[in-house]
């Protein structure tokens, strides 16, 4: 590795947690192809859109968080 790297990584360890989370998000998405980016971000709104035409239509059951890990635990213990 290249002492600025070694360098890099050694300060970016020195950020609180907040920090690093935002400096690694940014090298994250900097790896990311923007039209690939644009892609997904069209791809969830779709489906965002989708769920929620669902929900208006009273085509899907709601079920409260609460009951909703009831029963996974249940599903889990059972």
């Given amino acids: 590795m290249a002492p600025d790297t070694t360098g890099l990584i050694r300060d970016g ?5 907040d920090e690093r989370a935002v400096v690694a998000n940014a090298l994250l998405e900097s790896l990311h192809d923007a039209a690939d ?4 971000d069209a791809a969830w709104r779709a489906e965002a859109t989708r ?3 669902e929900v208006r239509a009273g085509a899907v059951e709601l079920v ?7 029963r996974l635990r249940a599903s889990l213990t059972g």
Avoid: N, S
């Fill in 51 to 53: 769920r929620l035409a």
């Fill in 64 to 70: 409260d968080a609460d009951e909703h890990y009831a």
């Fill in 37 to 40: 980016t644009d892609e997904v």
């Fill in 13 to 17: 360890l020195a950020l609180d947690a």
